[in-house]
């Protein structure tokens, strides 16, 4: 029996390619170690999107070489998003490294490692072809069993500024609407209760396919030929949430009432020099819009702070967003220039300590709104999904309502009642914390 260890980094969607990988390997007879000084491969699936992940990527590899020093037996193989970033440089910079695999090559990782190990490849790095998986592609979910992220499309054609996504994962190319609504079939008889649907842009869903396949097309047929009760929307363009989906979204209740909208600033000359195809006005009336389209959404959005010409008036303009609309979930980034990427030569760099201090205060800015946004919630009940017991305190279930993502929003804390992780039951919120909620279970 063969053993390999991974590591998995970055966002939902590259964990998706972990599981692909994790399907590759088992569909080749060998054994998932927890232990990496037990396998006799090392895998390591990397984030290469910016400078952060980068050099966690880096570290992390470093730390799986010292493993291979003590046995010099392992190989060691790299995969993903930093292969496909640095390519030639990493096979220079890292000869510890038996096997560099790009981002195309997730599903082909079994039979690479073969290759590899029986002396039949030329080459120490492997840059496959652009692919989409399909729903035949081997996959073992490493999520809880009862919820699971769906990856409906593959690359970006947006061209943000600050971004390498495109240079990295190439174009848009969308999955047909047959092939998810198979694979979503699979995960229902996995157990799965919440599908995520998660793309680098989910609105652009279709638009290199047929002129009738879009978001709006996919999830009607996902609510027709699964039973899953929550489908959850992610990472969707601001100007590409049409009346159509939110129509979708306030008629049927099995799309939860969630919308996670990356933003990005809110001054129009930070977001045309971002390549963001919208201005701040038109985020008041989008916000606007969608609250009247489905008046009790949860809005989650992200803010990029620091950006090339960003000055002190720009900055502030995103606090008065906030403080006029109230977002419910947000989370906020210092821009970092990225190699490739347009603004890495604009001119106006903003210094760390400026980008740090406004980060910071963008967080406390948001805590302060978070903590009187959560009160809304006190007195109602609520469907929530179990996920076991609190991180915190094994006196307490831990678990989320439909207005909470997995991985990136807080939690509801149960201190009343008893169920399982994967069951829905309704809870009676009783307190609110900045981030978190709590409640019990209401019987009967």
């Not at 063969?2 to 569909?27: R, T």
């Not at 919820?147 to 174009?171: D, F, H, Q, V």
């Not at 006005?281 to 809005?299: F, G, T």
């Not at 805590?367 to 179990?386: D, F, M, N």
């Amino acid at each position: 029996m063969a053993f390999f260890h991974l590591v998995s980094l970055g966002c939902a969607k590259n964990l998706v390619d972990s599981e692909v990988i994790l399907g590759s390997m088992a569909a080749s007879d060998w054994q998932l170690s927890a232990n990496p000084d037990d396998a006799d491969v090392l895998i390591i699936n990397t984030c290469g999107f910016i400078q952060a992940a980068v050099e966690e990527a880096i570290s992390e590899i470093f730390e799986l070489v010292k493993i291979k020093e003590r046995f010099p037996d392992k190989r060691l193989v790299v995969v993903g998003c930093l292969v496909q970033r640095y390519q030639k440089k990493l096979v220079e910079h890292l000869p510890e490294v038996d096997l560099f695999v790009g981002t195309e090559g997730a599903g082909e990782i079994a039979l690479l490692i073969e290759g590899m190990n029986t002396g039949n490849l030329e080459q120490r790095i492997i840059l496959p072809d652009r692919s989409l998986m399909t729903k035949e592609t081997p996959r073992v979910i490493s999520t809880p069993p009862f919820r699971a992220w769906l990856k409906i499309t593959e690359g970006c054609n947006n061209r943000c500024s600050y971004c390498i996504i495109p240079m990295i994962r190439g174009g848009l190319r969308s999955r047909s609407v047959d092939d998810l609504v198979g694979e979503a079939k699979k995960l229902e008889s996995f157990g799965v209760k919440e599908l995520s649907l998660i793309a680098q842009d989910s609105t652009a869903y279709g638009r290199d396919l047929d002129d009738k396949v879009r978001l709006e097309s996919l999830i009607r047929q996902l609510l027709e030929q699964t039973t899953i009760p929550w489908l959850r929307l992610m990472y969707l363009y601001p100007t590409g949430v049409t009346d159509e989906l939110l129509d979708l979204m306030a008629m049927n209740e099995r799309v939860v009432p969630y919308l996670d909208i990356p933003m990005q600033h809110v001054n129009v000359d930070i977001l045309q020099a971002m390549n963001r195809r919208y201005t701040g006005e038109q985020l008041y009336s989008i916000i606007e819009r969608i609250r009247s389209k489905v008046p009790n959404i949860a809005i989650r959005t992200t803010f990029l702070v620091g950006f090339p010409g960003e000055s002190e008036k720009a900055f502030m303009e995103i606090e008065a967003f906030l403080r006029k609309v109230r977002i419910d979930h947000v989370g906020v980034f210092s821009y970092a220039n990225e190699e490739g990427a347009p603004s890495e030569k604009f001119s106006k760099q903003v210094s760390e300590k400026v980008k740090r201090k406004r980060l910071e205060y963008l967080l406390a800015v948001q805590a302060e709104l978070s903590a009187e946004i959560q009160k809304k919630y006190i007195g109602r009940i609520e469907p929530v999904l179990i996920e076991g017991l609190s991180s915190e305190t094994d006196l307490l279930l831990q678990g989320r309502f439909r207005y909470q993502a997995p991985e990136v929003d807080g939690c509801v804390l149960i201190n009343e009642g008893n169920a399982c992780p994967g069951d829905i039951v309704a809870v009676a919120i009783t307190d609110a914390h900045v981030y978190d909620l709590i409640g019990g279970i209401v019987s009967g």
